[in-house]
């Protein structure tokens, strides 16, 4: 469910990674990579199911509809209201030091050898 386009219409296939998004934003929320663009979108539609392929080099105004049920998917955009794109989130970071005592021993085990080594070379 995109929560970027509330209407969308269709899916699309990401070139890239051959997954359905329900557009560009949510295939960056999930992905490492961006998406890429090809003169050949794959497309289903949400309302028939159906897939489809548009060459996007040679698009019209026809394209905008579904070639197996003539659902417009092509929509303005409805975004969700008041989207700043900032989650908000609770900063606030228990900064009470979580004691390992194993880790620290370890830690100063390191510490001393190396303090121990340096001396010692450079001494
Ligand atoms: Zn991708
Ligand atoms: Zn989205
Ligand atoms: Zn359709």
Known sequence: MCKHILNAQVAIRAPCCK??????ECHAAVSDHNLRKTNEMVFACKKCKKVFRKDMTDYEEEDEFCPHCDNQYVVDAVMPEASIGIETEDIRV??????????????????????????????
């Open 19 to 24: 997954k359905w998004f329900d557009c560009a």
């Open 94 to 123: 228990d900064n009470r030091v979580v004691k390992d005592d194993r880790l620290r021993t370890k830690q100063e085990q390191i510490d001393s050898i190396f303090k121990i080594d340096g001396s010692h070379m450079l001494g």
